[in-house]
């Protein structure tokens, strides 16, 4: 196998000599920002008052990356690509800061960090300082979609950037410890699902600088046959850039370059000439550089280039050691900036001349600020789609069933921007009726009697929560639209990559030139209460409580709990920017509350009464039933039910909740309710008992502060279940609507005693219920067939 080329290389003496300038350019720049707070230039020598007090930055990388940029800029200006550069080794900050500045973008976004002297000091300044910027790759860094605490997502955000833009190049670094991560090692077959006809390209560059923070990494330690052929086993084609002489790794780069980007260009003209699409096998590259490279070779005696004492600062005495402080300045001054940059402090003509200009700078690429490009979904009216409802109650129809007639068109409508990722979860979620319209992407084999499998496809199925969240990412923050489905329980998976996520929008909503993105939207089903079959281990309805510890500016929670108030709220989610929208909702048949009109109406309120489930017109209740949850919305009617059966004076007053957020103080959350309105409807002094789809702390967090606290008594998910019926499931966590009946009783004052005889029965029932799914297998037909039925109420809509 051919994996290195000619050393003589592709470069005439002056291109190499710019090649090396622009590389020692953006070291020096990288350098300087780590330890100086004046002196950029070094018109003088350096004291100690040119230092800064804390020492803050990763060196070791940052060499790397300024060779990778340096070169990926001769070939976006050789052949005209539009290209951008995710950065996995995301502690390489200074680096892609100093190429930012470099190529200009960075003094267009920040007024007074200009290319000179002056704005050269500042730039320094800013690096790790307080009121600056972070000492990672983050959202305040131009060009930037990935930021550096996300380690193990940089492939998989690459591949999600590729898709549906067919021009596209993204070239993506990956660090050796970052591919030492499950996410990183499972991103390797996104290659699997990029559709060279319709689809940009990426150009994975594995950067094996050989240690991470205190040991050697895996992949460099390996024999090499072994990772050619690992990475040959995940369908690229490897080719190895080595060595630790500048000139020799500059020819070698730049000629593995070029031919990796002929076969890209070959492998897109022969996809895009009309003939069957197959996978290729893609280009990558495997760079072993030394880590720390034209850093300081030794520290105190001890070697430092080339080894894990070189990740972070390699002087880290600069204030306080002379020696220390004349290393430095020998270091700074042996990238020669006198040559580098003339008297204003700018970068030489040489310089800007190797550089793209415009859009093409990969600093400036419009679709790493994905608001910039984004056009709003086609989105058909979800009104359509409604469930006809008579009456409440009927008819009994799964909820995301009924979205995915609502999906199906929406994927038709916009055939480029929209696509639908879970992890071969879509059509056990009700989603099927997408595949009506299109099918999984996949661009691997296919055999007789594989299910809708097409390079074509809009469904983004991979056994992988991780790789499903980093292309859905990847897509949204280069300006297009999607909606993660995932069974709830698994979800919990992507927990820290949503908090990268959510850090990110927190950070771009205050950073003027970053555009709204659209938002990341989760349709969770197969949830806690409806998990019977598959038991404990699928039972978690946590991932609520987790986004709800977001900032809550861009976290959004919603739990509709029928069909129609489910299309009311996706279309909402789909239309919102910067949010994390949560939505939770069943696959199962179930019962169908609310008109379209009335789901509309109930969505835009996000929390309500509902006055025909509701005995305590024109008078204050005695006790308010609330519920959020398509399943404790159920029990909390069938409770309601019962109680206007046996004691019908007893004015209960019915609340469901579909947006959580509203049950914080306007103070806590947008979406807050004003205390006085929240009393209004919760009453002030009056017992409530609160049926929730979640864990039952998390109501009572969000509501402390409210008058009525204390009369609180919330029921909900409490780590109890295993594979059951889908009652028994509620009656072990004490969901239940006999439980609910019995908390009644027990809260409203002076109710107890002469309810005795009801709360008896309540406890019989629910032995009776238990002991029949032990006989039967299956719920009693009490429960699984109970209807709300009340023929003489003002609710039934056949006019409607």
Not at 428 to 440: K, P, Q
Request: hydrophobic letters at 40%; a negative charge.
């Amino acid at each position: 196998m051919d994996t290195a080329l000619d050393l003589h290389g592709p470069l005439t003496g002056d291109e190499l000599r710019r090649l090396d300038a622009y590389w020692r350019a953006a070291n020096y720049l990288t350098v300087g920002q780590i330890y100086l707070l004046d002196n950029p230039l070094l018109r003088r020598p350096l004291t100690t008052e040119d230092i800064k007090p804390r020492l803050l930055g990763h060196w070791g990388t940052s060499p790397g990356l300024n060779l990778l940029y340096a070169h990926l800029n001769r070939v976006i200006r050789a052949r005209d690509l539009d290209a951008m550069f995710i950065t996995g080794p995301g502690h390489g900050g200074p680096a892609i800061v100093a190429n930012s500045w470099l190529e200009g973008t960075w003094s267009e976004r920040y007024h007074g960090i200009d290319r000179d002297e002056a704005g050269m000091a500042r730039l320094f300044r800013q690096f790790s300082f307080p009121g600056g910027i972070p000492s990672h790759v983050a959202a305040e860094v131009p060009g930037s979609i990935h930021e550096g605490g996300e380690l193990g997502y940089a492939l998989s955000h690459a591949y999600g950037a590729a898709f549906d833009h067919p021009d596209l190049l993204v070239a993506c670094v990956i660090g050796d410890g970052e591919a030492e991560t499950g996410p990183l090692a499972g991103s390797w077959l996104s290659n699997v699902f990029l559709n060279p006809a319709r689809d940009g390209a990426v150009l994975p560059i594995l950067h094996l600088n050989g240690y991470k923070i205190a040991n050697p990494t895996v992949l460099s330690r390996i024999p090499e046959q072994d990772l050619l052929d690992l990475m040959q086993g995940y369908g690229y084609q490897p080719y190895v850039v080595a060595g630790d002489d500048p000139a020799r790794v500059h020819q070698l780069l730049a000629a593995t370059l070029d031919r990796a980007l002929d076969e890209i260009a070959a492998i897109q003209r022969r996809a895009r000439s009309g003939g069957p699409v197959e996978r290729p096998r893609w280009p990558m590259i495997i760079m072993r550089t030394p880590k720390g490279w034209t850093g300081p070779h030794d520290v105190d005696g001890t070697h430092v280039e080339g080894t894990f004492r070189a990740h972070q600062v390699p002087l880290s005495e600069v204030r306080g050691n002379p020696a220390h402080l004349a290393a430095l300045e020998d270091w700074l001054r042996s990238y020669r900036p006198e040559e580098l940059f003339d008297a204003t402090g700018g970068p030489v003509a040489a310089l800007l001349d190797q550089q793209p200009t415009g859009d093409r700078r990969m600093s400036a690429n419009p679709v790493t600020n994905g608001g910039v490009v984004m056009r709003d979904l086609t989105l058909p009216d979800f009104r359509e789609y409604a469930v006809d409802v008579p009456r409440p109650g009927e008819p009994v129809a799964g909820a995301t069933g009924v979205l995915g007639n609502w999906i199906r068109d929406v994927i038709a409508a916009n055939p480029e921007t929209f696509r639908l990722f879970g992890p071969d979860e879509v059509a056990s979620n009700r989603l099927g009726a997408a595949f009506e319209v299109t099918d999984r992407t996949w661009v691997a084999q296919r055999v007789p009697g594989d299910d809708h499998l097409s390079p074509d496809g809009r469904v983004m199925e991979v056994l992988s929560e991780h790789l499903c969240q980093g292309w859905l990412e990847g897509y949204l923050l280069t300006g297009r639209h999607g909606v993660f489905t995932s069974y709830e329980a698994f979800i919990h998976i992507v927990d820290s990559m949503v908090n990268q996520h959510a850090k990110w929008l927190k950070v771009t909503r205050a950073i003027p030139w970053r555009q709204p993105l659209p938002s990341l939207n989760y349709l969770l089903s197969s949830h806690v209460w409806r998990q019977d079959h598959n038991g404990f281990s699928h039972q978690d309805p946590g991932f609520i409580d987790h986004v709800v510890n977001k900032k809550a500016e861009v976290v959004r929670v919603y739990l509709p709990a029928d069909a129609n108030t489910l299309l009311s709220t996706m279309d909402h989610c789909l239309r919102s920017r910067h949010y994390i929208n949560v939505v939770v909702a069943g696959k199962q048949p179930a019962p169908n509350w609310l008109t379209m009109a009335e789901a509309i109406q109930h969505t835009r309120r996000g929390l309500g009464i509902w006055e025909w489930a509701s005995t305590d017109a024109g008078a204050e209740p005695d006790v308010v039933l609330a519920c959020c949850g398509d399943v404790p919305t159920l029990e909390a009617l069938a409770a309601a039910d019962l109680l206007r059966t046996h004691l019908p004076d007893l004015k209960v007053r019915l609340v469901n909740v579909v947006d959580l957020m509203r049950l914080q103080p306007p103070t806590e959350h947008p979406h807050g309710l004003p205390d006085k309105e929240f009393d209004t409807i919760f009453t002030a002094d009056r017992p409530v008992i609160f049926a929730y789809h979640g864990y039952p702390w998390l109501i009572h967090r969000l509501t402390y502060r409210r008058t009525n606290h204390g009369n609180l008594h919330v029921r909900g998910y409490k780590e109890e279940g295993t594979t059951t019926t889908p009652f028994d499931m509620v009656m072990l966590n004490d969901l239940d609507r006999f439980h609910l009946v019995i908390d009644v009783i027990d809260r409203v004052p002076g109710l107890a005693a002469r309810a005795a005889h009801l709360r008896q029965e309540m406890v019989d029932l629910r032995q009776e219920c238990r002991d029949y799914t032990r006989e039967h297998g299956e719920d009693d037909p009490r429960v699984s067939e109970w209807r709300w039925i009340r023929e003489s109420d003002p609710s039934l809509r056949s006019g409607q």
